[in-house]
């Protein structure tokens, strides 16, 4: 099945850092998107993508859906201890079903 | 609301053993769908379903049965439970007005276990 490369697997970071990850697919989506999941929780809703270029922000986060279609970023500024968790990145063609990345293990450091 | 509620929390089963996982939404949504999500592989999408009676497999649906008969309720069915099919399993809906379905909702997750 169809795959998307999520970078870096884990992240262990200070907290006040800045923090980048970012998911890359070898077929393009009409629909990027953006989820974070908590310890023993569902995942969550971050930031959803629609248009190619698009660059959209969510308090401390912004992503951005890559101009080919086939990536996608997200950028979390200034982390706290909260942002501790799972990311993962799902692209779509619209029709209601996601393909998810591997996730990023994010560990901030007090 | 309670969004999306998944029942039971924890589950152990034997091998062969069969049952049923609950998912539940009150949101009126029309889409749901069944994921699993195994360490480092992410989420992978079992069945889903665009409304009541309407279901359709998604990428790893080999020894999982679904059906839908109302809006709210979107069950899963092990027939044989195997070792293979220990894992995470998140239900999740969402509405086509919602980006195409694509915002969806996830419920908290049934964890179980194949000895």
């Known amino acids: 099945g169809q795959q998307l490369n999520q970078s870096p697997q884990s992240m262990f970071i200070q907290e006040g850092e800045d923090v980048s990850m970012n998911c890359t697919s070898s077929?393009?989506?009409?629909?990027w998107l953006w989820y974070k999941q908590d310890p023993g929780e569902g995942p969550v809703l971050l930031i959803a993508?629609?248009?190619?270029?698009e660059l959209t922000s969510n308090g401390r986060l912004t992503a951005q859906f890559g101009i080919t279609r086939k990536d996608s970023f997200l950028n979390i500024s200034a982390s706290i201890p909260s942002d501790v968790g799972i990311y993962f990145c799902?692209?779509?063609?619209?029709?209601?079903?996601?393909?998810f990345g591997q996730g990023t293990t994010l560990q901030v450091k007090p | 609301n309670a969004g999306v509620t998944q029942t039971p929390k924890f589950q152990v089963l034997k091998t062969g053993q069969s049952m049923t996982l609950q998912c539940a939404q009150d949101?009126?949504?029309?889409?749901m769908s069944w994921y699993r999500q195994d360490p480092g592989m992410g989420l992978r999408l079992i069945h889903y379903?665009?409304?009541?009676?309407?279901?359709d497999q998604g990428e790893v649906p080999n020894g999982y049965n679904v059906s839908r008969s109302t809006t709210e309720d979107f069950p899963l069915r092990l027939l044989s439970a195997a070792p293979s099919q220990t894992s995470v399993y998140f239900c999740?809906?969402?509405?086509?007005?919602?980006?195409?379905?694509?915002?969806?909702?996830f419920g908290p997750g049934t964890r179980l276990t194949v000895l």
């Open positions: 999740a809906s969402s509405s086509p007005g919602g980006g195409g379905g694509n915002e969806q909702f």
């Open positions: 993508l629609y248009k190619a270029g």
């Open positions: 379903s665009v409304g009541a009676g309407i279901t």
């Open positions: 077929s393009i989506f009409n629909t």
């Open positions: 799902a692209g779509s063609y619209n029709t209601g079903k996601l393909i």
């Open positions: 949101m009126n949504h029309e889409y």
